[in-house]
């Protein structure tokens, strides 16, 4: 079955770093597009990046471009997120989402989330 595992999660101070994983099993990493997705307190879930089966695509919400980093490592069935530059409003739990092949209104489907990693930026 599919598992997706992630870890890295912690208090980190503003301005500082903090580099998330996810370890997948149970399907063909290398055959699907891969998402982070966040929610903060209180709040609905908010998409933070994507990329393709190779890694050559990355795409990015606006609030998180030029300080967050997605990359995978097939070989290894690991998906991360370099988070840098690292502000109060980014205190969420984060997400590893694995999209399907199912095509919908734009976007390929959602279909199995990690538990979530908790990130805490607070001084």
């Known amino acids: 079955q599919v598992q997706l595992a992630e870890s890295g999660g912690g208090l980190v101070q503003p301005g500082g770093s903090l580099r998330l994983s996810c370890a997948a099993s149970?399907?063909?990493?290398?055959?699907?597009?891969m998402s982070w997705v966040r929610q903060a307190p209180g709040k609905g879930l908010e998409w933070v990046s994507d990329?393709?089966?190779?890694?050559?695509?990355?795409y990015y919400a606006d609030s998180v471009k030029g300080r967050f980093t997605i990359s995978r490592d097939n070989a290894k069935n690991t998906l991360y997120l370099e988070m840098s530059s690292l502000k109060p409003e980014d205190t969420a739990v984060y997400y590893c989402?694995?999209?399907?092949?199912?095509?919908?209104?734009?976007?390929?489907?959602?279909?199995?989330w990690g538990q979530g990693t908790q990130v805490t930026v607070s001084s």
């Open positions: 989402v694995k999209r399907s092949h199912l095509y919908l209104s734009g976007h390929y489907v959602l279909d199995y």
């Open positions: 990329i393709n089966t190779g890694g050559g695509s990355t």
């Open positions: 149970g399907f063909t990493f290398s055959g699907y597009i």
